[in-house]
């Protein structure tokens, strides 16, 4: 187990780098999954491994650090019901400011995961604008390279696309035959117009003016408030003027000091 000292050196390390708070509960997972980077490092103390990556945070090894302590537990078409307010009012409300349909939809799934969101974002807008080439652009990032890597193969158990209406799955995945069977694949119409990139929110953000929509659902509950504040007021500077900002059904922004306007429970505008 790791020692208090070394664990509050992991967690300031974290705090910094990636806006995550550790509570102390979080000692013995940390410790588990810390464990596993040693092994693969060959390693047989924390205090060499907290040297080893505090030695190049631009190296490989922290990369692994970073995907190790991150919590990345999402579904398909999780909390339904910010889908369905996407179909009946947030898109019919954002129609005019897309210039007739010559300007795509931009939409940006914050802490995507491993896929599970932005391909659930892609279906609804692909249903909504029944197909129309170049209608949206989906934006999906995550400070996890693992959990990228898996959002962009595309390949999902067949458990992991129950909560997927059957008729969604039938025209957006291919299933999965031989040595895959059990598996199916998101189709490239799905794919093609989601850019998955590598980005952490605590970074100064090259975007202005420029979301219709951002996602960020179930990441901020890992933020402390002066994080989480910071983190909305740069999600407010990256919408444009009316563009939503939609957060997970356990978080709250009301607390904090921002300038959107709330619309419903977890959905706001600029
Ligand atoms: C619990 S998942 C949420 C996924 C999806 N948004 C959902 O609601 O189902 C939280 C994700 O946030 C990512 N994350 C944590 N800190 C981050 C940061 N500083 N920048 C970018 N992504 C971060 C994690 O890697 C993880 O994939």
Redesign the pocket.
């Given at each position: 187990m790791l020692d208090d000292a070394l664990f509050n050196k992991f967690r300031r390390l974290i705090h910094q780098t990636?806006?995550?708070s550790l509570s102390e509960e979080k000692k013995e997972l940390l410790t588990a999954r810390l464990s596993k980077r040693l092994r693969a490092c060959g390693l047989s103390s924390f205090a060499d491994y907290y040297r080893l990556i505090t030695s190049d945070q631009a190296g490989e090894e922290f990369t692994h650090f970073l995907n190790s302590i991150?919590?990345?537990?999402?579904?398909f078409f999780?909390e339904q019901a910010h889908f369905s307010a996407l179909t009946d009012r947030l898109l019919p409300s954002l129609d005019p400011l897309l210039a007739g349909g010559r300007r795509p939809l931009c939409v940006w799934?914050a802490?995507?995961?491993s896929g599970?969101?932005p391909y659930t974002l892609a279906m609804v807008l692909n249903e909504y604008y029944q197909g129309r080439k170049g209608a949206f652009q989906i934006l999906a990032?995550?400070?996890?390279t693992r959990?990228l890597d898996i959002a962009r193969r595309g390949v999902y158990a067949k458990e992991q696309v129950a909560t997927v209406p059957q008729a969604y799955l039938k025209r957006y995945f291919m299933r999965g035959v031989g040595r895959s069977a059990g598996y199916v694949k998101v189709k490239p119409i799905l794919q093609e117009n989601i850019r998955f990139q590598r980005?952490?929110?605590?970074d100064r953000f090259p975007w202005r003016d420029e979301m219709h929509i951002i996602?960020c659902?179930?990441?901020m509950i890992?933020f402390d408030r002066s994080t989480q504040e910071k983190l909305v007021n740069k999600f407010y500077d990256c919408l444009v003027q009316n563009g939503y900002l939609v957060i997970?059904h356990s978080e709250s922004i009301s607390s904090l000091d921002h300038r959107f306007r709330p619309v419903e429970a977890t959905i706001f505008r600029k």
């Open positions: 990636t806006g995550i991150s919590t990345n537990y999402t579904s999780r799934s802490a995507c995961s599970e969101e990032t995550d400070i996890s959990v980005f952490n929110l605590m996602f659902r179930n990441v890992y997970g």
